[in-house]
């Protein structure tokens, strides 16, 4: 599998030396294979798939909630308390595209600065790219490329959600949800979505307004949820006073403690297990889908056929299900996918 | 094969906050369909370089009015080569006088827009002359 490649300047390089490096950490390599990636540059595929044996041994955070909540100034915190305990960090943060012009203004690492030169800490932004669950479409393999790095822990912020925007639960092992005051009554509260992926809550601006109300409201769920007394029971942290450094440590410190505990609660429970199994399934879900729809949906715009098909469906001569059907048919039992 | 999307960064080096032109700059750029990252104000060279290089951004756009750029914009450039980037095109605008245009392009800063340049006249030099290669 040494076959040369090249790259964006036309140099000539092998590919398992690039796999090598970003398994030695290499910030250079790692950051133009997740940029390939996005990219879909089909050799980056082959790269990741070099990769796979050396991934899945980073913890994984997800810092989810609402736009402006405050996910990057925490995440920012996490990175320096985990600092303090010697681990190696990787960040994905991950901003919308626009629909319209398809560009994006990524800021996260605004909130960042003061880790940018720390070499044990790796940060990248990655824009959404028309993907909806909150993530990029390019973010399980970014993942995996820290993994492969060696990052003993990844840290995933998503893009501000609203109530259902929830990819993050296929690649986190453990969650934030950021909630701040003044978003509602107790009814967002008992809501499907955002308030079931919690493993810890954050109250964030807990200095304003409402946050004792929403701190009640969200107890009084809690309690009300069926739990066992083995059974994690997501804690809810209130941080505030970010611009009194002493007792916003004390918070931040607090938070990273709660996901701590999570971890070790997942690994006795063997839920930690159950969540590989998860992603796993959903990696070969969408594995499947990238080998399988989309070269036949690429061949169809290509020949022009799903304008036609298109057309007949929209004067009603068929129907979307029958054209399906028969384009499954052509293109599966011939194998012919390429 | 699906085209590459360019990758821009917007930073302002040194004691220097005014940051409305490198707004808008970030902000057309996002409107041109680049992937802008925006780093704000009060950074170190040393700093955009690595994020840069972390981003792996086609091209930097370093933003001065505080007349620091000769030291810094160069600084940039430097710090990029130094660790094997320089790949990585760097572009500058404020308020630099013309005089000191030649010692930034003899420095490596490839191109230095100055008040009055036209937004699509930046993006135009972008899209030419980023190598995105296939």
Redesign the interface.
């Known amino acids: 599998m040494s076959e040369p490649e090249t790259?964006?300047?036309?140099k000539h390089h092998d590919m398992t030396q690039t796999t090598q490096k970003i398994c030695a950490g290499d910030?250079?390599s790692a950051?133009?294979l997740?940029?390939d990636l996005?990219?879909?540059?089909?050799e980056a595929r082959r790269r990741l798939r070099q990769l796979f044996p050396h991934t899945g041994r980073s913890f994984i955070i997800g810092i989810t909630g609402s736009p402006g909540a405050g996910k990057s100034t925490l995440a920012d915190a996490l990175i320096g308390e985990l600092r303090k305990q010697n681990k190696t960090v990787g960040v994905l943060a991950v901003d919308p595209?626009?629909p319209?012009?398809?560009?994006?203004?990524?800021?996260d690492?605004?909130r960042m600065?003061r880790h940018?030169?720390d070499p044990d800490v790796?940060?990248?932004?990655l824009?959404t790219?028309g993907a909806l669950g909150g993530l990029a479409r390019a973010a399980g393999d970014a993942i995996h490329v820290m993994e492969a790095m060696g990052k003993d822990v990844i840290l995933v912020e998503t893009v501000g959600i609203g109530q259902q925007e929830l990819d993050i639960i296929h690649h986190a092992h453990s969650i934030i949800v950021v909630l701040v005051p003044g978003m509602g009554d107790e009814i967002q509260t008992m809501k499907a979505g955002i308030m079931e992926i919690a493993d810890v809550f954050v109250i964030n601006k807990a200095d304003r307004p409402g946050a004792k109300q929403l701190r009640t409201e969200l107890t009084a769920l809690l309690n009300a949820s069926p739990h066992g007394p083995r059974d994690w029971v997501p804690p809810i942290v209130s941080i505030g006073n970010l611009y009194e450094p002493e007792i916003f440590a004390k918070k931040t410190a607090e938070l990273m403690d709660a996901v701590t505990k999570h971890h070790a609660h997942l690994i006795v429970s063997g839920q930690f297990a159950e969540r590989a199994e998860r992603k796993a399934v959903m990696e070969i879900t969408d594995a499947l889908s990238a080998c399988i729809l989309e070269p036949v949906l690429e061949r169809l715009i290509a020949n022009g056929e799903l304008k036609k098909i298109a057309q007949k469906i929209q004067t009603r001569e068929t129907d979307p299900f029958t054209e399906a059907e028969a384009i499954a048919r052509r293109f599966l039992k011939t194998g012919e996918t390429s | 094969m699906p085209e590459r999307k360019i990758r821009v960064m917007v930073a302002k080096p040194g004691l220097d906050g005014h940051d409305r032109g490198a707004r808008i700059l970030a902000r057309c750029f996002r409107d041109a369909g680049f992937e802008v990252i925006y780093t704000g104000c009060h950074q170190t060279p040393e700093q955009v370089a690595a994020a840069a290089i972390q981003e792996d951004v086609d091209l930097v756009g370093l933003s001065c009015l505080s007349g620091a750029h000769r030291i810094l914009f160069p600084r940039v450039v430097e710090l990029l080569r130094e660790k094997n980037a320089s790949d990585i095109a760097v572009i500058g605008g404020g308020i630099i006088p013309e005089q000191d245009f030649q010692m930034l392009y003899d420095a490596g800063i490839q191109a230095i827009f100055t008040p009055g340049a036209s937004l699509d006249s930046i993006v135009d030099w972008i899209r030419t002359h980023v190598r995105t290669g296939n």
């Open positions: 790259d964006r300047r036309g910030v250079r950051s133009r997740i940029r996005e990219d879909k540059r089909p595209s626009s319209f012009s398809g560009g994006a203004l990524l800021g690492r605004v600065l940018a030169e790796f940060i990248r932004s824009a790219r």
